[in-house]
């Protein structure tokens, strides 16, 4: 009679046990193909002329005003980065024109035309996301990136 007292209560714990292991487990295997998603997004944003251009400014600033300008770009993200998607495509559409044999001026125009449009639609999204994201960094940090954009235009000429 024991035996059957005790074998019933391990088939009790078992009837939750069971499905709260599953559970645990689909949650754990949708956490990780997230994370694989999030990084494959993120590799492919990482080689955009914009990722690189952000994360150099991010690595001449402080530790505090690098975290607050990266908050603010993140968060703003969705506003900007189809715009600057279109503007690398547009560039290189416009790469491809230059480089064609032979040379097709009207369609060069015509490249020319969808990058400058590509560009203004990329200043309008990414303005008002970079204005909010300098206001976050320190004085110090910003007289520091301007010290380094001068110092780069400086050493290009």
């Not at 400014?57 to 300008?69: C, H, I, Q, T, Y």
């Not at 993140?74 to 416009?94: H, N």
């Not at 015509?110 to 909010?132: I, M």
Request: hydrophobic share 50%; net charge positive.
């Amino acid at each position: 009679m024991i035996m059957l007292d005790k074998t019933s209560r391990s088939g009790r714990a078992g009837r939750f046990l069971l499905p709260l292991s599953i559970l645990l487990n689909l949650f754990f295997v949708a956490l990780i193909v997230g994370h694989v998603l999030q990084g494959r997004l993120h590799s492919q944003l990482d080689r955009s002329p914009l990722a690189r251009a952000l994360a150099h400014m991010e690595a001449s600033l402080a530790p505090k005003d690098a975290a607050a300008f990266r908050a603010v770009l993140s968060k703003d993200a969705p506003a900007y980065v189809g715009a600057a998607q279109r503007l690398e495509a547009a560039r290189i559409g416009l790469e491809a024109q230059v480089l064609a044999q032979p040379l097709d001026k009207t369609h060069l125009r015509a490249a020319f035309a969808t990058w400058h449009s590509a560009w203004d639609a990329f200043f309008d999204a990414f303005s008002g996301p970079l204005t909010d994201a300098l206001g976050q960094i320190s004085p110090e940090g910003r007289r520091k990136l301007v010290a380094e954009r001068k110092s780069e235009r400086m050493g290009a000429h």
